[in-house]
């Protein structure tokens, strides 16, 4: 069966060899929380559909318009196999709860590094932030190296002491970065943000082939789990 929790998802779990995001767009804060509880609502109504979905989480835009989606895959063939079986009566039973939602797109990555929580660390984030970082069609190589120049730049003493983890994962597609950004709370995002930049974040920023970056905030709303 499957059992609601409020524990956050492990990113760095090495069983997951496709993890998945996606995004809904709602309209009011209102929608927000009944699109949250129709889709939990329609999983608790049915067996966990297989084995190899590890968790399906849902998260909260602070712009009280999105909801994010993160599901964890063994693999994609598994996700195609629940696609054919499950989903549609699935989306079906939300549709019906919350009409008129949008479904802006669902993306497929896979996962390359991380910047784990130091060993000890029991925080519960108490912000999510999901940075998109697009890169130029001709540096889709690039990826990995500018990920390995952002965490050189996080191992620095000077680091931000609000940031839990981070981890980054590379679209399939070749296009862009996703960083899953645990934060300690929305102040201590703000202080890193605010905060003047060294020539470690110079090199982040100006990284050849780079386009441009958007970040989104987020709360952790409900996990699905087996």
Known sequence: ????????????????????????????????????????????GRPWPTNDLLGYHLYTGRDGTTLLHHSQWRSEQAYEAFVKTHRQERNDEIDT????IERVGLDRYRRYRSRERAAGDTRIPGL???????????AAGKRADWVDTVLTALSSPEADRGLISAHFHLSTDGGHVLNYAEWESDDSYD??????????????????GLKGFSAVRYTHTVGLVP
């Open 1 to 44: 069966m499957t059992r609601r929790t409020h524990t956050h998802p492990d990113l760095t779990r090495p069983e997951s060899g496709a993890p998945f995001f996606s995004t809904w767009r709602v309209g009011t804060p209102e929608r927000q929380a009944q699109a949250v509880e129709a889709v939990a609502r329609t999983w608790d």
């Open 128 to 138: 999510i932030v999901i940075v998109r970082i697009d890169f130029e069609p001709d």
């Open 191 to 208: 202080e890193a943000v605010a905060a003047p930049v060294g020539p470690e974040w110079v090199r982040v920023r100006t990284y050849p």
């Open 97 to 100: 709860a919350v009409p008129g």
